[in-house]
Every structure is written in C-alpha cells, then in structure tokens.
C-alpha cells in the first residue's frame, strides 16, 4: 500500500456524527409532519408538536392564534440547531475546508500586515 489509510474504526468515529446530527433534521421534520396529518405518535403517548400544530390550526379558526406558535417556533429552533451543529462539525472535520480556513488567515494576516506598514510608511 503506497499511502496510509485510517482505520476504519477511525473513518467511523469521524464520520458517524455528522450522519447522525445530519439526518436527526430530516426526522425530526418528519415526525412532525406524521404527527400534523395524524399518523404520527398518539397525543397520550407523548409530547407530539406535529400534533399540536395540528390542533392549533382549528383554534386559528376560532381567534386563538397563538396556540400554534410555540410547538412551530420549538421545531424551527431544534431543526436550526441540530443543523447547525452537523454542519459545524462538518466543517471540522473536512480536511479540504481546514486548509481553505487556514490560507484565508495567512492572506488576512499579511493584508493586514502590508495595510500597516503602507500607513505607517505614508504617514
């Protein structure tokens, strides 16, 4: 073998959470969708803010608005976050994105650098 290979356990550790806090939006997106059209967990079996929506949307008709904001902004809130978090930790552990990182702080710093003596050269 010309070139050094992780192990595999290794490749699994890097690349098992940013699968899970990746896909954990989709599912999230998905179970409250079930639980919105109804097929979701039954509303005694726990907290289901699919179903909240749900049963907000008839309160909407009524003048009670305000019933669905709360499960609709806590599922905007947990998706962004879980989202955020998984491409986070995507941009850390992608080689190629660190070495873009690191060129755009050499070519900062010495733009910085060259700014600086420009002014107090002019001055």
Avoid: C
């Avoid at 550790?13 to 919105?36: H, M």
């Avoid at 003048?63 to 941009?91: K, M, Q, R």
Wanted: overall charge neutral.
């Amino acid at each position: 073998m010309a070139h050094h290979d992780p192990p595999r356990a290794a490749q699994l550790d890097q690349v098992l959470p940013l699968i899970l806090t990746l896909n954990a939006s989709d599912a999230i997106l998905t179970l409250a969708g079930l639980g919105f059209l109804g097929f979701g967990i039954g509303p005694t079996s726990g907290a289901e803010w699919g179903y909240d929506l749900s049963r907000a949307l008839s309160d909407v008709a009524s003048g009670v608005w305000w019933t669905g904001v709360y499960p609709g902004v806590a599922i905007v809130v947990l998706v962004l976050g879980v989202t955020f978090i998984g491409e986070s930790l995507n941009d850390i552990s992608d080689p190629r994105l660190r070495a873009r990182r690191r060129l755009k702080q050499l070519v900062s710093t010495r733009d910085a650098r060259n700014t600086a003596t420009a002014e107090g050269s002019g001055a």
